[in-house]
């Protein structure tokens, strides 16, 4: 049975019957005193403040924390600023009444160099073919030839200086210059010079440029035959570190500030933009809009399109020449005009927008960067996954009101990545594939890459199993696509970039454990027995292959020295990371193979992972530091993906664990969050990067070790710092250093591998979680750490698991509501007290020993099992 069909049973059934009694194990002896118990309510009251014993929010109190919009058209709130002559602003956020109008003068001509005029540079970039196929070329004489659609390059990235001469045929009065550059990047530090006879004499110098459009002004007019333009800095916007100017200019020509108005949509979203045209003048006035997530990176050019990454085209903004009698423009991926002109993008994922009267001088005469224009209502029609309190299936709720914003922030932050695949809007790079086109999907992230990446879908699918499970599809046409795309010698891709062969060594092992997720949440065997001979060919003939004498994955062996990683890097050899990883894998695999019935895979690979771990435990643990090695070749490090995993996979023993969480506290700790290695050998500035997802599994270590309070304070610094900076709400792809985004402009800031607070919150600090697939067997363990009450739901193929806590004096109050069909087991939390454990009044643990069948104690906690569909609710009461 498939996990759509399980789904479709449970929802068919009644709400469990509050009549039955428990099962086998605690059930005998406690069916009359949890029979028809309800679940703790109380009046409404809102989140995050002081309670007293039994008291709970109302049904739906969470719903206020939801953030996606409430419909698919969304609008922008505010403005945030203008430039220029723009009238009526604010009727862009009302509209059908005012329009606001944005207005420009003709410019005056551009002076020009006399007939005659050379250029030299001090190199030259080859040759190419532009996104639209045809040849470019990067000459010096660009800078003169009066066209501001070509430019000089120069040839030695990240080398300077660079020069650009000029020559003219007789004398010239100068008074000044003006450099216009490319978008690019442009020039920040130069110097201009002029000829004096054989010499080259300096005639200004700037600093801290970042203006396109440079008006140089010399102190004094100078006589010349040339004039010599020395760079020595230009911007690093991810696009090569180059020289590149478009056009020098004999005059110093401030430019005319273009009108411009940039709104705010509140958070990030993502679709496709509407801008609705009242009129315009009749020169075909043209619009240039750019998309940000970050106001800092909103410039005049958007902080990333599909068309820069794949050549371009769009000079960082979309374009659109409005006609006189207005029109509705609609934000789709191509040329407007004459097969060449007016490129825009189509989707973006973005939470500012700026929209400026301009044009690019490419654009000419299908625009003009000047007249007039009339805008009536701007909007965007929403494409991803719209969760509004009706679509969700399981809701968590606490005590704290930042971890209730952390939590439904990683649930936006998800939806927007679970859309459609669509050749128009995804990676550029050889990502398209017929086989997804028009499947629902999990998506990397809503501005870039837009492709599905598997380990991506390791923490993204968790998130979506709680909270959306009826698309959990989604994350199955990804896994499912990748398995189909499986090589040869068993490696299986990590996403559909580069035609399925961009090579990571770590993402396979990823699939192996999300098709263990996907079969754990959802009861799909179905898609288990399906893609077992993948899973087979994938651990017992590709990891073998780069499996050394040691019995250990080391990365070098069989072609992979060129490999990568989630954050391709530099490291080879032996590294705990994949090693620990490859024990999870393993584990999870033998998981999928016991479900199946299939005996001899399931021991196979458990004995695998055993010997792994040993291994792992023999090579990689470090003893001076009292933690496992970032890898055994090259300098010392210590990094928190390998010492995280190797404690939720079961490699570390508890004085391992605790040591190497310590040494992650001591060593990686900053205000947002903690970093993922703990010195710079790596790359530098890697002690100050964050991944939030690599901090997942360190939240899940921290919590199931026994350090909750360490768990949510990490939290806080990490979660707490990307939800109070801009964009705000959505989770970022990562922190660098400071709490910067870590690759500028082009970072994500909504990422779904970012969104394992979510998981973390309710698998671990709420503590209810599936054991066996399809949630036949659940567990409930809350490591309540700093938080007094939690609540939640989980959505399982049976119907709802219900969930709630509370802690009051020196009692704590657990209910939990079973579905049909369902058996499980609670640990309760004793914190090293002497406990009574009851059921509305009748004793199950008392005086140091169980009182009823099925009750045991171990690790500060007394467990109950066999508990079965209803309604139960367990009270501890210290007695010391």
């Known amino acids: 049975m498939t996990g759509r069909e399980t789904r479709g049973e449970a929802e068919s059934q009644a709400a469990p019957d509050r009549r039955a009694v428990l099962g086998a194990g605690v059930g005998g002896a406690l069916a009359a005193a949890t029979a028809g118990l309800p679940l703790v309510t109380a009046a409404p009251a809102a989140a995050g403040t002081p309670r007293t014993a039994g008291a709970l929010p109302a049904a739906g109190a969470w719903h206020r924390y939801v953030k996606a919009p409430s419909s698919r058209t969304v609008r922008p709130v505010r403005v945030v600023r203008t430039t220029g002559d723009v009238s009526a602003p604010d009727a862009l956020l009302t509209p059908g009444g005012k329009v606001t109008v944005l207005r420009r003068d003709k410019p005056p001509a551009t002076p020009r160099w006399p007939q005659g005029t050379t250029a030299e540079a001090s190199s030259t970039h080859p040759g190419n073919n532009g996104s639209d196929g045809a040849p470019r070329r990067y000459d010096a004489t660009n800078a003169v030839d009066g066209d501001l659609g070509t430019f000089w390059n120069d040839d030695t990235e990240h080398d300077f200086p660079d020069t650009l001469t000029l020559t003219t045929p007789q004398e010239q009065e100068l008074s000044g210059v003006t450099v216009l550059s490319s978008t690019d990047g442009v020039p920040t530090a130069f110097t201009v010079a002029v000829r004096a006879g054989t010499d080259w004499r300096t005639v200004a110098t700037v600093t801290g440029n970042s203006a396109v459009q440079r008006a140089v002004r010399f102190a004094a007019p100078v006589t010349t035959t040339g004039v010599r333009i020395t760079v020595t800095a230009v911007q690093d916007l991810g696009r090569g570190v180059f020289t590149r100017i478009n056009e020098v200019w004999p005059r110093a020509l401030e430019p005319v500030a273009a009108p411009s108005v940039t709104l705010d949509f509140g958070k990030v979203v993502v679709g496709y933009p509407e801008v609705a045209f009242a009129w315009a003048s009749d020169n075909l006035p043209g619009v240039r809009l750019a998309f940000s997530e970050t106001l800092q990176h909103l410039t005049d050019r958007s902080d990333f399109t599909r068309a820069d990454q794949a050549g371009g085209a769009g000079r960082g903004t979309d374009q659109y020449a409005v006609p006189a009698r207005g029109a509705r423009w609609t934000d789709t991926k191509g040329y407007g005009a ?4 007016l490129y825009a993008d189509g989707l973006h994922g973005f939470r500012y927008l700026k929209i400026t009267l301009d044009a690019l001088p490419s654009d000419a005469p299908a625009a003009q960067p000047w007249g007039a224009v009339a805008v009536d209502a701007v909007s965007l ?11 969700y299936r399981g809701w968590f709720l606490c005590s704290d009101e930042e971890l209730n914003r952390y939590w439904y922030g990683a649930s936006y932050t998800n939806e927007l990545v679970v859309d459609t695949f669509r050749k128009d809007d995804v990676d550029p790079r050889d990502a398209f594939s017929e086989s997804l086109e028009g499947k629902l999907v999990l998506h990397d992230a809503p501005k870039r890459d837009r492709d599905p990446y598997v380990g991506d879908v390791a923490v993204a699918g968790r998130t979506l199993y709680l909270t959306h499970d009826e698309v959990a599809g989604a994350a199955r046409n990804v896994l499912a696509d990748l398995a189909e795309h499986q090589r040869a010698d068993g490696w299986i891709p990590p996403a559909s970039i580069n035609r399925y062969t961009l090579p990571l060594f770590d993402y396979p092992l990823w699939w192996v454990t999300c098709s263990w997720d996907y079969l754990l949440y959802t009861g799909d065997r179905g898609y288990a027995e399906r893609y077992f001979p993948q899973l087979v060919k994938v651990l017992d003939t590709w990891y073998p292959s780069v499996t050394d004498e040691a019995g250990l994955l080391s990365k070098g062996l069989n072609g992979t020295a060129d490999y990568g990683d989630y954050a391709f890097l530099g490291r080879t050899g032996r590294v705990t990371y994949y090693n620990v990883n490859y024990v999870q894998a393993l584990r999870d695999a033998a998981r999928i193979a016991e479900h199946l019935s299939r005996g001899a895979d399931a021991r196979r690979w458990q004995e695998r ?18 933690a ?22 079961g490699v570390a023993d508890p004085e391992q664990a605790a040591s190497a969480l310590a040494h992650l506290d001591r060593t990686t700790r900053c205000r947002y969050g903690n970093a993922f290695m703990d010195n710079d050998t790596l790359f530098g500035g890697a002690s100050q990067r964050v991944y939030a997802f690599t901090s997942y599994p360190e939240l899940v270590a921290r919590f199931e070790t026994g350090l909750a309070d360490s768990a949510v304070d990490q939290i806080r610094r990490t979660y707490g710092w990307m939800d109070g900076h801009d964009p705000g709400t959505t989770h970022w792809e990562g922190i660098g250093p400071g709490g910067s985004l870590y690759e500028g402009a082009y970072t994500s800031m909504a990422h779904g591998w970012s969104t394992g607070v979510l998981p973390a919150l309710t698998h671990q600090l709420l503590g209810a979680k599936p054991v066996s ?23 399982t193929p049976h119907g709802v698991l219900g969930v709630e806590w509370i802690r009051s004096g020196t009692a704590f109050t657990l209910t939990v509501r079973a579905p049909r069909g369902t058996r499980g087991a609670v640990a309760l939390p004793t914190e090293g007290h002497r406990v009574s454990v009851r059921a509305d009044g009748r004793a199950l643990w008392e005086n140091g020993r169980a009182a009823a069948p099925g009750v045991r104690a171990d690790a500060g906690r007394v467990t109950l099992s066999g508990i079965t569909h209803g309604t139960h609710r367990f009270t501890v009461q210290r007695e010391d």
């Open 609 to 626: 992972a055993d010997q792994v771990a040993r291994a792992v435990n023999t090579h990689l643990w470090d003893e001076s530091a009292g």
């Open 338 to 341: 004459d097969g060449d002109k």
């Open 381 to 391: 029609d929403f494409t991803a996954y719209l969760g509004t309190p009706a679509s």
């Open 773 to 795: 697939p399809g949630y036949a067997d659940w567990e409930v363990r809350p490591h309540p750490g700093p938080v007094t009450w939690a609540q939640g739901e989980l959505p």
């Open 628 to 649: 496992y090695l970032d890898s055994a070749t090259g300098p010392v490090r210590h990094a928190q993906d390998g010492n995280a995993i190797a404690v939720t996979s």
